[in-house]
């Protein structure tokens, strides 16, 4: 049959069984009425279950949660780890008992990270049970948060230095203590005996209390002084700790030469074997001044050697009281095993070193030639001054009319 035919029996009847059987002929209205479509399966009431939507639920928010966790750490660790925002070397200071919430916000605060949550959370996870150390330290330009962190973990901050040389008094090196300007608090009350502080360069972070520096010299220099006097020549004129740094203090004053504070030892060494005074210089200056120390233009006066302190060793026999000064290592090793010489005598050779005599008239004879060596310079400065006053005075260009 034809395509026509079939649409008409399609239109005008019906097969109920979908197979070639008789058409069964609808009505115009029913083959207008939209036939009904087959209802879906209905869900099982496991589907339907108020647990199974609540567990549905959790998982998409856990899934959720975990992406957005992802990204929150890929977002820190890339933070963390990317160059900083400095553009220039700049220190930054960590103070004792700075937890890492006040550093975060500190370096944050110094334009040194830009996050200063990203630094707190993730160096938090780095740390464990470790801790950034108080100090000051030096950013580097571009460092990152973690460089920063595992700087301030390491505590390699920045070291100051003060130098205090041989021969200072404790008066002299208290002031150097107290005008440093990075160190911190007060000096102690109580000042130390004189030749109980160790001349030496002491190092310290921005902070360190002057107290603490000068707890250090003491324990240095007690440190150093036992060890040197168990090694001691056991001859030596000289019964107690006391009067073995009295005597290398002298020695410290004399000279500041190394090769020669041997020999300047043996010198009074042999006189206090005779029994002889040991006259020495600094001692006088000492009596007069005290720890202050003279003043650079002052001069020792021919009157000064007259003057009665318990310290004028022109006067008085043996040693002063107290050591002069804080005597280092090479004069307390000089003293501990001194020279074997003759020599009871020197005086400056004009050049900063000392002429040595075993006679009084070899000394003297040394003395007289000292004595010329500085007239004639004293004559040549004055020379120089006086041609100085009388030269003509230069014009420059710009001086000219």
């Known amino acids: 049959m034809s395509d026509s035919s079939d649409n008409s029996a399609a239109q005008f009847g019906r097969n109920e069984t979908g197979s070639n059987g008789p058409i069964i002929p609808k009505s115009a209205s029913e083959a207008l009425r939209p036939e009904k479509v087959p209802q879906p399966p209905k869900r099982s009431r496991k589907a339907r279950s108020q647990v199974v939507i609540f567990l549905n639920f959790v998982m998409t928010v856990i899934v959720f949660v975990a992406l957005a966790a992802a990204g929150a750490v890929y977002y820190a660790m890339h933070e963390y780890e990317k160059p900083g925002p400095l553009e220039a070397n700049k220190n930054f200071i960590v103070r004792n008992g700075a937890g890492i919430s ?45 460089e920063i962190m595992q700087l301030l973990k390491s505590g390699k901050s920045i070291l100051y230095a003060v130098s205090l040389p041989e021969g200072l008094t404790v008066k002299q090196m208290f002031n150097k203590l107290a005008n440093d300007p990075v160190l911190v608090g007060d000096l102690p009350q109580d000042v130390p005996s004189e030749g109980t502080l160790k001349p030496d360069t002491y190092k310290f972070t921005r902070g360190t209390k002057r107290a603490e520096i000068v707890q250090q010299m003491i324990a240095a220099q007690k440190a150093l002084v036992d060890q040197i006097w168990e090694m001691r020549d056991p001859d030596l004129p000289v019964s107690t700790v006391e009067e073995f740094v009295t005597l290398a203090s002298i020695v410290e004053k004399e000279t500041g030469r190394a090769d020669e504070r041997p020999r300047v030892a043996s010198v009074f060494i042999n006189r206090l074997e005779k029994g002889m005074r040991l006259q020495s210089d600094p001692t006088i200056i000492y009596g007069i001044f005290g720890g202050e120390g003279k003043p650079a233009d002052r001069a020792i006066l021919k009157s000064d050697l007259d003057k009665e302190t318990p310290y004028n060793t022109y006067l008085i026999k043996g040693l002063p009281p107290t050591p002069i000064a804080n005597p280092g290592r090479a004069a307390l090793e000089a003293v501990a095993n001194p020279s074997r010489t003759p020599e009871l005598y020197f005086v400056a050779d004009g050049t900063g070193g000392h002429v040595f005599a075993a006679t009084l008239d070899e000394h003297n004879a040394n003395v007289r030639r000292w004595r010329k060596l500085e007239a004639e310079k004293a004559a040549e400065a004055a020379k120089a001054a006086e041609a100085a006053k009388t030269a003509e005075p230069t014009v420059t260009p710009a001086e000219v009319q």
């Open 102 to 146: 006040e550093i975060a916000s500190g370096l944050e605060r110094n334009n040194i990270i830009t996050d200063g949550r990203v630094f707190r959370f993730v160096s938090e996870a780095y740390l464990d049970n470790e801790t950034l150390k108080a100090g000051e330290y030096e950013i580097k330009a571009g460092s990152s948060m973690q």
